[in-house]
C-alpha cells in the first residue's frame, strides 16, 4: 500500500509539481494552526483551573474564618 502510495505521489508531482508543493504548504499551515489552537486552549484550561482552585481555596478560607455560611431557602417567584 505504502508503495502506490508513493507512486500516485510521485505520478502527481510530475504532473502539476507546484501544485502538489502548493497542497503541502497548505496542510503545513493548517497543522501550524491546529498545534496554535490546542496550545491556546491548554493554556486557557490552565487559567481556568487556576481560576477555579483559587475559587475554592477562598471558599473554604471564608467558611472556616466565619464559622458556618448562612444558606438561603429557595423561592417561588411566580404567583400562581
Do not use: F, H, Y
Amino acid at each position: 500500500m505504502l508503495n502506490l502510495t508513493q507512486n500516485i505521489r510521485k505520478m502527481l508531482s510530475q504532473m502539476d509539481e507546484e501544485l502538489v508543493l502548493a497542497c503541502q504548504r497548505r496542510i503545513e499551515e493548517e497543522d501550524s494552526a491546529a498545534s496554535a489552537a490546542a496550545e491556546r486552549r491548554r493554556l486557557t484550561w490552565e487559567r481556568l483551573e487556576a481560576a477555579a482552585s483559587a475559587a475554592a481555596a477562598a471558599s473554604v478560607q471564608s467558611s472556616s474564618v466565619g464559622g458556618l455560611v448562612p444558606v438561603k431557602s429557595a423561592t417561588c417567584s411566580v404567583a400562581c
